[in-house]
């Protein structure tokens, strides 16, 4: 039972466009909402929050919009580098008896092209 | 300051061994987590350890164990390796807060043969 989907494996974009990065869950428990970016042979690293109480949070280049309603969020990257190119996980908080765990989705590959 | 550090970062078993992987948080963080990423299904959650107790578990074997020092650094053991046990073992540490944002290190790359 995955309760975060990342229903797109792959996702190719020409640099200086816009990329969008979408997150499906199915709990509504969930509280916090977090973007991972990992490159290959390194640990996922933190890149932009958003908590249930907000629809949108802005940070630079990126953007993460939230939509309660729908259970759905997403990643947006304008303009997006060539640097950009990893594997982007979203990541929902909830609670697991009373202890908080991050749900993680299957990952979007975003290869942005030069 | 230093982030945190899993060794080893590569290795291979064969089917039946055991393999212990060894994690050292950031200083000061005190909560460890242990995931399993394999290709298609993301980061898969093990365990959480904070001030020597695991605090939360998610859905593997036994077979899966892990334990936390006084020093809050971290070990997990999987014992009788299975070929489908071949994935990338990620630790991460928090210092705790209301983001429960995560630092990941790089990650133990086992090849289970």
């Known amino acids: 039972d995955q309760q975060v989907k990342q229903n797109s494996p792959s996702l190719s974009v020409q640099e200086g466009r816009i990329s969008i990065l979408n997150c499906d869950y199915t709990?509504?428990?969930?509280?916090?909402f977090l973007w991972y970016k990992k490159y290959p042979a390194e640990g996922p690293t933190f890149l932009i929050s958003?908590?249930?109480?907000?629809d949108k949070n802005e940070d630079g280049r990126f953007t993460v919009f939230l939509n309660k309603s729908a259970k759905h969020l997403s990643l947006h990257i304008v303009p997006s580098q060539p640097g950009d190119s990893a594997v982007y996980f979203c990541?929902?908080?909830?609670?697991?008896?009373?202890?908080?765990?991050?749900?993680f989705g299957s990952g979007t590959q975003l290869t942005v092209l030069p | 300051k230093a982030g945190v550090t899993q060794t080893p970062r590569y290795l291979i078993k064969t089917r039946g061994q055991q393999v212990t992987l060894s994690c050292s948080p950031i200083?000061?963080?005190?909560?460890v987590s242990w995931y399993q990423q394999t290709p298609g299904q993301g980061l898969q959650f093990l365990f959480e350890?904070?001030?020597?107790?695991?605090?939360n578990k998610g859905n593997f074997p036994g077979r899966f164990s892990g334990r936390q020092f006084s020093n809050s650094r971290s070990e997990m053991n999987v014992s009788t390796l299975e070929l489908g046990d071949s994935a990338l073992y990620l630790c991460?540490?928090?210092?705790?807060?209301?983001?429960?944002?995560?630092?990941f290190g790089e990650g133990s790359r086992l090849t289970v043969l």
């Open positions: 991460a540490s928090t210092p705790g807060g209301e983001t429960g944002e995560l630092f």
């Open positions: 709990n509504s428990m969930f509280d916090y």
């Open positions: 958003i908590s249930s109480i907000k």
């Open positions: 990541a929902a908080r909830g609670y697991s008896g009373s202890a908080r765990q991050l749900t």
């Open positions: 200083s000061g963080h005190r909560s």
């Open positions: 350890y904070f001030s020597e107790t695991q605090r």
